[in-house]
């Protein structure tokens, strides 16, 4: 099960962190990340981490603006996001892909408004 945390609302420049935090399994060799939504748009990745090779992507939407980690003592995976813009507002979404990485586990969303 995936735990998300951390949205709220925040002012246009500000900054947030998102935590995803697992329950009755770690990450061990998964595929991990967020994707978010806006109201009326598609769901759009924005960062993915590989817990095996440290692997990173970035959308461009976020990229310099944002960092994804694994804190594997507390089993959560965190995004941080600085010079928020009204844009960021969604709903974010972690997931986590186990081996063999054919099916994918959601957090169930945390709202993040950016108020400009």
């Known amino acids: 099960q995936l735990q998300a945390s951390g949205g709220g609302l925040v002012q246009a420049g500000g900054s947030l962190r998102l935590s995803c935090a697992a329950s009755?399994?770690?990450?061990?060799?998964?595929?991990l990340g967020w994707f978010r939504q806006a109201p009326g748009k598609r769901r759009e990745g924005i960062a993915c981490i590989s817990s095996a090779h440290g692997n990173l992507y970035y959308a461009d939407s976020v990229k310099h603006r944002s960092t994804i980690s694994i804190d594997n003592a507390k089993n959560t995976l965190d995004l941080q996001m600085t010079s928020l813009k009204a844009e960021d507002t969604a709903v974010y979404y972690c997931f986590a892909t186990p081996p063999p990485y054919s099916k994918t586990y959601w957090g169930q969303g945390t709202q993040v408004t950016v108020s400009s």
């Open positions: 009755g399994f770690s990450f061990d060799d998964y595929a």
